[in-house]
């Protein structure tokens, strides 16, 4: 395997994440979203930019991204974010999506997050093997939760399963 990295994400590397999001949009099982945002603006709206990360091969090509976002902009929740994690089809099962999520888990516990959470399709088992192998767990199943704008699940309500992962200790 070559060699891989991961370093925080620029607006440079825009053109690759966006590939790569619109590789997982067209599989079915990787978003409610129909189309990536529209640039970098737009994408980076609302994520923190502490919690962007790529994985780049040797050539520091990209291979995956990770982001994530507040799940509330109250004080309480401060330390709780819903992220998302991508690999590039061409690297799947290479080992970019576990050490993607080490390292963004890494980073996002030395931000102070004490909870990192995501919605996953129940379909994708890849991600829910990964994220299981990450330490998270199933926190249950929301039926129903959101109507699919396109593809082969066009019209049809599709479920979610909700996943965490806390720290032990809360930070203060």
Known sequence: MEPLASRPMTPADWPAVEAIYRAGIATGHA??????????DAFAAGKRPDLMLVAVGGDDRVLGWAA??????????????EHSVYVSPEAAGRGVGSRLLSDFIDVADRAGVWTVQSS??????????????????????????????????ADRWRDTVLIERRLPVHPR
């Open 68 to 81: 994530a976002g507040p799940v509330s902009t109250r004080a309480v929740y401060r330390g709780v974010i």
């Open 120 to 153: 996953v399709f129940p379909e994708n088992a890849a991600s829910l093997r990964l994220h299981e192998r990450a330490g998270f767990r199933v926190v249950g199943r929301r039926e129903r939760i959101g109507l699919m704008p396109y593809g082969p699940f």
């Open 31 to 40: 978003t409610f979203e129909a189309e990536p945002p529209p640039d970098w």
